[in-house]
């Protein structure tokens, strides 16, 4: 099957994504079987009542790739099939939103652009809203294009399947989860399959599943994790209990969250209620079936359970073993020898792996470690910067902090962790390199989080002024990394946070200069 690339824009609320070029895959060779004849061309919408970008008149199936990150990639996939009636799809609320969270748990996703009605005029939304006073006449129009997206649907778990290898994914671990239309074609995968397209589990989502006629459970039927919210204005709400209901009845492993509120289309929406969190209930239910194992865990993890490594850090919060080991077996410095720490984050941890040979030719040693915030870097500054005798350290923290990965955002409580760590460098004879925080546009594990690029760049202008005062030396990657946004583009940081090698390229010869800067 031929692979074509477009650029794909994504963000909620239909603000467009620049520059986020994913693999798109055309499902069919040629024209798909059924809608020969179609003649229109897919178009895409935002000026609309629903206040959200939209895709209407799909006569190409396709799927959109987004893979996890390598190190968390757990062998997973979801096929997401966004809503709309089969007239439209919510392409962002629930599809690229829902696929990058999914990421973000190790999960391969694969947004699902399935066949639609056509729609005759430039406002989708419009044309369709008389249509929904009437489910009936809806449900009449939308039938032959019902069945030509089920079969959409089951072409892409037979691609996934198929491809299986490449794209780093478990043929035994491919899902697929929609929302309203999108749960309805879910549910009629699940209903009807053969053996190259039979999901390993389905997640309707506030689906409508009366168009399936009485629900005839499969022999071996997939397990099933079904949600909907019971104010549901399309009345939709005893669709999903009636769902589970008869996955219960022919005893099969079904799972029902139904919340009190929400409404009906709130996928990624944040509300301020309980379906604000429906996704970590989903993980939740991925994790006890065993979906979310890790392919290549770390030592660490590969060493201890998840339930020692929880108390370690309990009882270790800075992670100060992280590096005790590799410390102690580490020689003093020779004399004359310039030895550099580079001291941070993920992004530090994720260098030394992308560039080993930049880090030993240049006698740096990287002392990141994934997920820290400034209060954890400093409480071990004492053993994974000071007792190794640099003659520099170059301190790359913040980024976490404004993730709030250990607690609300304080700039004023960053910034004084690290000239804490300032103050201890100099009293210890050590050069200071202070790097900027990187450009993000949004924080995938975090997407809650709000004015990411604003902040980060208020706080390294503090970081750069602070740098001044002190006489210590200002690393600025943002500038060299960040894009039109203020992100970082996927070139250089798949995921717009953590650096690609390409990105990591960009940041050698900055740092080399700024550390010869330092040692002068």
Not at 80 to 108: C, M, Q, R, T
Not at 114 to 138: C, G, H, I, W
Not at 427 to 441: D, E, F, M, Q, R
């Amino acid at each position: 099957m031929k692979k074509a690339f477009i650029i794909v824009a994504a963000l909620l609320l239909g603000v467009s994504l620049e520059n986020q070029a994913q693999q798109v895959i055309p499902l069919y060779e040629g024209k798909a079987p059924g809608s020969e004849n179609w003649t229109w061309s897919e178009q895409e919408y935002s000026n609309n009542a629903f206040k959200t970008r939209v895709i209407y008149n799909v006569v190409q199936p396709t799927l959109t790739v987004y893979l996890p990150k390598p190190e968390l990639a757990t062998g997973t996939a979801v096929i997401v099939a966004p809503g709309g009636a089969f007239h439209i799809l919510s392409i962002d609320n629930e599809g690229i939103d829902v696929a990058k969270w999914l990421n973000s748990k190790g999960i391969a996703a694969f947004v699902l652009k399935y066949r639609l009605v056509r729609s005759l005029t430039d406002n989708p939304v419009a044309e369709l809203m008389p249509k929904m006073q009437d489910f009936k006449k809806l449900d009449e129009i939308n039938a032959p294009v019902v069945e030509m997206a089920v079969a959409d649907g089951k072409k892409a778990i037979e691609y996934v399947r198929s491809h299986a290898k490449e794209l780093d994914i478990l043929p035994n671990q491919i899902g697929i989860m929609g929302f309203s239309a999108g749960g309805a074609l879910t549910l009629g995968v699940g209903l009807s399959y053969s053996a190259a397209n039979r999901p390993d589990f389905i997640a309707p989502i506030y689906p409508k599943t009366d168009i399936f006629g009485p629900l005839k459970v499969p022999a071996d039927a997939p397990p099933a994790w079904i949600c909907a919210a019971s104010d549901d204005q399309l009345g939709f709400a005893p669709h999903a209990t009636a769902l589970y209901d008869a996955w219960i009845g022919a005893k099969k492993i079904a799972e029902l969250h139904m919340y009190q509120k929400g409404g009906h289309g709130f996928g990624m929406n944040k509300q301020k209620i309980p379906t604000d969190t429906w996704y970590e209930r989903f993980g939740e239910w991925m994790k006890l079936q065993g979906l979310l194992k890790k392919l290549r865990p770390s030592a660490l993890e590969l060493k201890y359970s998840e339930a020692q490594i929880a108390n370690f850090e309990r009882n270790d919060w800075a992670n100060f073993s992280r590096y005790s080991e590799a410390n102690k077996k580490l020689p003093a410095p020779k004399e004359g020898e310039n030895r550099i720490v580079f001291l941070g984050n993920s992004i530090t941890e994720g260098w030394v792996r992308a560039q080993p040979d930049f880090f030993a030719n240049g006698n740096y040693i990287g002392r990141g470690i994934s997920g820290q915030t400034s209060p954890q870097a400093l409480l071990r500054f004492r053993p994974d910067v000071v007792d190794l005798k640099p003659k520099v350290v170059v301190i790359n923290i913040g980024i976490n902090d404004i993730a709030e990965n250990t607690g609300p955002y304080n700039p004023d409580f960053t910034l004084g962790n690290i000239a804490s760590m300032v103050e201890i460098a100099k009293a210890n004879g050590i050069k200071v390199v202070l790097a900027s925080v990187h450009p993000a546009y949004e924080f995938p594990w975090r997407k809650d989080i709000s004015d990411v690029p604003n902040k980060i760049i208020r706080f390294n202008e503090r970081l750069k002024q602070y740098a001044q005062s002190q006489g210590v030396v200002y690393l600025d990657y943002h500038s060299a990394m960040k894009d039109s946004r203020n992100g970082m583009a996927p070139d250089i940081a798949e995921d717009g946070v953590h650096p690609t090698l390409k990105g990591y390229q960009i940041m050698a010869p900055l740092a080399e200069a700024a550390i010869a800067k330092a040692l002068k």
